[in-house]
């Protein structure tokens, strides 16, 4: 984790291609998913946790470019940068970048928010530490 960018190491399964042989593009999203998932477990804030604990976190935008495809077999970095949108909401920048050369594969902006039993927004203070 190089300042408050945290980075997870993957690589891309035969099944996950499509037809011509590059990744679908709605795995990606099972990539960024998973890397904010490790992102929660590295702050030891696991997700399944804060779910029991009734912080229920989801996701209301997601905004993805795909700039180049990963192929079966290619290793690859998801990048995980958070930060606050507003007083609701925390946004998290991330990036997928092919591990042999560092290119720039996908760039994305997630934003969540937690919602409450009532199912209203609203922004529980053990979310604070994703920020440090």
Known sequence: MIDNVFKCRLAVRDYECDMQ???????YQNYLEHA??????????????LTRRGIIVVVVSAE????????S???FDVTVEPFKVST?????????LCASSQ???????????????????Y????????LE
């Open 88 to 96: 609701l909401r925390l946004g998290f920048k991330q990036r997928i």
């Open 21 to 27: 042989g590059v990744v679908n593009n709605s795995v």
């Open 123 to 130: 922004y529980p203070q053990e979310l604070d530490c994703l």
């Open 36 to 49: 904010r998932h490790e992102f929660l477990k590295h702050k030891r804030l696991g997700f399944a946790d």
């Open 64 to 71: 993805l470019n795909y700039l180049r495809s990963l192929r």
């Open 73 to 75: 077999g290619d290793a």
């Open 103 to 121: 290119a720039l594969m996908l760039k994305a902006l997630i934003v969540t928010t937690a919602v409450n039993e009532k199912g209203r927004p």
